[in-house]
């Protein structure tokens, strides 16, 4: 059961990274489109879902990509395994393909259909993401 509870916390550590993320690049665009900074107003919540889908999706596949890990993962001692198997556009493919499946409205509880407790898009891609802890 904790093992579950932190991939769920990693997930969230993740995606507040990216809302983080969200906000400088609409912050960024503002000033760099001319607009002072007490002037900045609050987005149109549809832009800005938009923008924080994509740097989610590209947060995760750029990390997962070149370090086969992401800062919530890390932060929480988890490790992804299955990476190592393939290299450049076999590597890209796999990690497009787990990072597309997120994107399943229901994908997030998957997790808890099977044994290993592993979600869609780590079957999909043929990876497993394992506690660092327990493999020493």
Same mark, same amino acid.
């Given at each position: 059961?904790?093992?579950? *509870? @932190?991939?769920?916390?990693?997930?969230? =550590?993740?995606?507040?990274?990216?809302? =983080?993320? &969200?906000?400088?690049?609409? *912050?960024?665009?503002?000033?760099?489109?001319?607009?002072?900074?007490?002037?900045?107003?609050? /987005?149109?919540?549809?832009?800005?879902?938009?923008?924080?889908?994509?740097?989610?999706?590209?947060?995760?596949?750029?990390?997962?990509?070149? *370090?086969?890990?992401?800062?919530?993962?890390?932060?929480?001692?988890?490790?992804?395994?299955?990476?190592?198997?393939?290299?450049?556009?076999? @590597?890209?493919?796999?990690?497009?393909? @787990?990072?597309?499946?997120?994107?399943?409205? =229901?994908? /997030?509880? &998957?997790?808890?259909?099977?044994?290993?407790?592993?979600?869609?898009?780590?079957?999909?891609?043929?990876?497993?993401?394992?506690?660092? @802890?327990?493999?020493?």
């Amino acid at each position: 059961m904790v093992y579950l *509870i @932190r991939r769920f916390v990693a997930i969230y =550590i993740d995606s507040l990274i990216a809302f =983080i993320l &969200t906000t400088m690049v609409y *912050i960024i665009e503002q000033i760099c489109s001319g607009v002072e900074m007490s002037k900045i107003q609050t /987005p149109d919540p549809d832009n800005l879902l938009l923008l924080e889908l994509f740097l989610f999706f590209l947060y995760f596949c750029l990390n997962e990509f070149f *370090i086969k890990s992401t800062l919530g993962k890390k932060i929480l001692k988890l490790e992804i395994l299955g990476f190592d198997e393939y290299r450049g556009k076999k @590597r890209l493919k796999q990690v497009l393909l @787990r990072n597309v499946i997120r994107f399943i409205p =229901i994908e /997030p509880f &998957t997790i808890f259909l099977n044994e290993e407790h592993r979600m869609w898009h780590d079957m999909a891609s043929k990876t497993t993401v394992v506690d660092v @802890r327990k493999k020493k």
